[in-house]
């Protein structure tokens, strides 16, 4: 094995030599002129040559030059003003650019023949030199361009390739193995043929070696890695695909082109979330200085830790200069994944704290151990429609929650807390989105009273739209939707949503926590709202299908606590700049003075499991705006 590596290395070596060969200029267009007139040329010195015995008189020496000159020029210049002369790549020469360049190159000897038969007094040259330099010319322009073309194979090669074997008929074998041979991928061995009478022919330069009954001998006597079968319909291909697994041997489908224009193969793209963003330029990675100063030797308590926003904060924080991060999440398998994900970072410890933020003693605890510094708070239950149906759990855990982290790092002095809200929280229909507003009037009442106090803890929250790739989003249900063959269901044809993908999100949440805050709600520029229907649109044609052929889309009606449009903030906010470009500030205003009371007296109702209705009664009494929907409940179609 160390032996096949020095050698790849050597090979690798050698090929980057061949590489530095070929000087750049080489290869431009205008060189290329050059040589076809080059080589017409040395054709027609060739041609004079041949003709006289390699024995010129001085007469005929001077005829020479002159058409040596004519064919020359007239060369190069018929194949630029023909049509597609020098557009076809050299790289790729093969018999059809052949013939196209010997139909190219006849107008010019025949010209010539015919200058030569009807002008008298031009230099005499006899008529076999013209066509022996035809002939000649088509021989050298073809080699040089064969050279290129087998100079960029061996350059492009990979040094490590799988050895391959191709099983087929004979009508696809020819294909396969040229499209596998342009493509550079795979090292082909041999073929294998249904038909046993071509055992032992050669097909597009490699041979049969036998048929499916053989092909376990075959796999283990030429140390095969993959096997590519040449057509989807294949009789043997299950007997192909079973003996290869035996040996995990791997296999793969190569369609023919009719299979692929009869639609018996359809083209499955896998989609990156990247690809679904507005914005396809490359996000920077780099770190804002002020969030590096930020973290410096900082302790950060994550809740949520182990969900989708929570852990990409794991992630971008730990990457930070941090002292500690402590991840807390009531989730023991988010949890476990996220540490061996994670891994080793550098020294920096990552602490996992299996707990609940609605009860006190596990937060008491949490802040009493580990004395964190600065509180990511992105736990939170944030499903509109399972909501809906679950209030008390929802204002325990979102509004009872907060609270619980709010007192908390108040107690122990903590220096900063910054919450992850919603665009559901700007005038709430939905119970998940009055418990987040009725949660960000509370961060901003604790920043009042923190104020107050000696030391001052600084509270914020961070409101944004749909985060792509999360759980429960709509990109993994589409995607599960389009694998099944549809349809794809969307809640209403003309409803709109603001994206972002998850990292995105992070980094500009990390910008917003370095501001210095009094309750106020940052909000993240996340570009304009997208139709719900355009965006499954563009998700299908993706996935490499036609929307409302390969794969319909089906309106399935608005469920409970849904709106058609959120909104960022309210129309009477006051949105100011930050000294970040993504990052805008919305003017904390005050609090009510009865807030607290009815904040407790909906925890109460809450712990005591009052009824759904009582709930959504004591939410529309608190300063958010609440006007529930009375939404008929329909299938669930997308989640938020």
Not at 210 to 222: D, F, I, K, M, T
């Amino acid at each position: 094995m160390e032996h096949l590596h020095k050698l790849q290395a050597v090979t690798a070596r050698r090929r980057e030599r061949y590489t530095t060969l070929i000087p750049t200029w080489l290869l431009h267009g205008y060189v290329r002129v050059l040589l076809d007139g080059f080589t017409a040329a040395i054709a027609m010195i060739t041609a004079y040559a041949l003709r006289f015995d390699f024995h010129i008189e001085p007469k005929m020496q001077r005829s020479m030059w002159t058409w040596l000159c004519v064919v020359g020029v007239l060369r190069p210049l018929s194949l630029h003003l023909t049509r597609d002369g020098y557009q076809a790549t050299w790289r790729f020469f093969d018999i059809r650019d052949g013939l196209a360049l010997a139909l190219r190159s006849l107008p010019v000897t025949i010209f010539l023949l015919l200058v030569r038969w009807s002008i008298p007094g031009v230099p005499i040259v006899p008529y076999s030199v013209l066509i022996l330099e035809f002939s000649t010319f088509l021989i050298l322009a073809s080699a040089l361009r064969v050279t290129r073309r087998l100079v960029n194979e061996t350059v492009d090669r990979p040094s490590t390739r799988p050895r391959a074997l191709i099983v087929g008929c004979e009508t696809t074998l020819a294909t396969a193995v040229h499209h596998l041979h342009t493509c550079k991928e795979a090292q082909i061995i041999g073929l294998v043929s249904e038909d046993k009478r071509l055992k032992g022919v050669h097909i597009a330069g490699r041979p049969v070696l036998g048929g499916p009954e053989s092909l376990v001998a075959l796999l283990v006597r030429h140390q095969i890695e993959v096997v590519v079968l040449s057509g989807a319909n294949l009789k043997c291909a299950t007997q192909v695909i079973r003996d290869s697994s035996s040996l995990d041997v791997q296999v793969r489908i190569l369609p023919s082109g009719s299979e692929l224009m009869d639609g018996k193969v359809m083209v499955n793209r896998s989609v990156s979330v990247d690809q679904l963003t507005q914005d396809n330029a490359e996000l920077t990675t780099e770190v804002h200085p002020a969030v590096v100063h930020c973290f410096n030797a900082r302790t950060v308590l994550i809740t949520g830790a182990g969900g989708s926003i929570g852990s990409e904060i794991v992630r971008q924080v730990s990457a930070l200069n941090v002292d500690r991060v402590v991840a807390l999440d009531h989730d023991e398998n988010s949890i476990f994944e996220l540490m061996n994900e994670i891994g080793d970072l550098g020294g920096r410890e990552v602490v996992p704290v299996v707990g609940n933020i609605r009860d006190h003693e596990t937060v008491h605890r949490a802040f009493e151990l580990h004395c964190p510094q600065i509180v990511l708070h992105a736990a939170a239950y944030k499903h509109v429609p399972v909501m809906e149906g679950n209030c008390c759990e929802a204002v325990l855990n979102n509004v009872a929650g907060t609270r619980e982290l709010a007192d908390a790092a108040i107690e122990f002095g903590c220096e900063r807390l910054v919450m992850i809200s919603t665009d559901k929280a700007v005038n709430p229909s939905s119970v998940m989105g009055a418990t987040k507003r009725t949660a960000e009037l509370l961060i901003q009442q604790r920043a009042d009273e923190s104020h107050g106090k000696g030391h001052e803890t600084h509270f914020a929250c961070v409101r944004f739209g749909n985060v792509l790739g999360s759980r429960g989003s709509v990109v993994p249900i589409f995607l599960r939707q389009i694998a099944a063959g549809g349809p794809v269901t969307i809640t209403h044809e003309e409803m709109t949503r603001y994206f972002m993908t998850i990292p995105q999100a992070v980094r500009l949440v990390l910008q917003a926590v370095t501001l210095a805050s009094q309750g106020d709600v940052y909000l993240l520029d996340m570009g304009d709202p997208v139709k719900i229907i355009d965006f499954a649109r563009d998700i299908i044609r993706l996935a490499g299908r036609t929307p409302g052929k390969d794969i319909d889309i089906k309106i399935v009606g608005t469920r409970p606590g849904e709106k058609l449009h959120e909104m960022l903030w309210r129309e009477d906010s006051l949105v100011t700049a930050t000294s970040f470009h993504d990052v805008f500030q919305v003017k904390a205003t005050a609090v009510p003075a009865r807030f607290g009371q009815l904040l407790e007296e909906l925890e109460f109702a809450a712990r005591s499991r009052k009824s759904d209705a009582a709930i959504q009664e004591l939410l529309s009494k608190l300063p958010i705006d609440y006007v529930p929907e009375r939404a008929e409940l329909a299938r669930l179609a997308i989640a938020n």
